[in-house]
């Protein structure tokens, strides 16, 4: 069985009622004419773009409309999903989205310092044409530290 994805970890411990949609809509998303009778064939086009906007948007709509999202999911989600997350905010704008308001939400939260032991006569300027991979990096150890992970 496949580990869930870190938003569908946020659907599923979510007490915000429209979290219940997301299973629906890929059934909707899958196969349109489901439970329905389509008497128009552009209808079918329809219900399967609205359910693709609510497969790839109820998680960022869900998780800000939570009070308390890092809170809440403490214990909850795991580092792989983290990183395979992060490393999906590069290719998909939605994931990018959700992302950019999981780091603006936590921003006033503490964050554990990492301990580093950098070397500066080795290398003054770091590894500059690295730093996407250094970003991500950040950012995976940023998110796993806003749900409780390290």
Do not use: W
């Not at 906007?53 to 214990?75: D, E, I, M, N």
């Amino acid at each position: 069985m496949l580990m869930p994805t870190l938003e569908e970890t946020i659907l599923a411990n979510s007490v915000v009622p429209i979290a219940k949609l997301y299973t629906p809509a890929k059934k909707a998303l899958a196969a349109p004419s489901t439970g329905v009778t389509i008497n128009n064939p552009a209808a079918e086009k329809v219900i399967q773009d609205c359910a693709s906007v609510a497969v790839r948007y109820l998680p960022l709509l869900v998780f800000g409309s939570t009070p308390t999202p890092f809170a809440q999911l403490k214990g909850q989600v795991t580092l792989d999903q983290i990183k395979e997350f992060v490393v999906r905010s590069h290719q998909d704008v939605h994931t990018f989205q959700l992302l950019t308001v999981m780091l603006h939400m936590g921003r006033n939260l503490p964050v554990k310092k990492p301990l580093t032991t950098q070397d500066s006569a080795v290398d003054p300027y770091g590894e500059y044409e690295n730093l996407s991979t250094q970003l991500s990096v950040d950012t995976v150890y940023i998110l796993s530290s806003l749900f409780g992970v390290i």
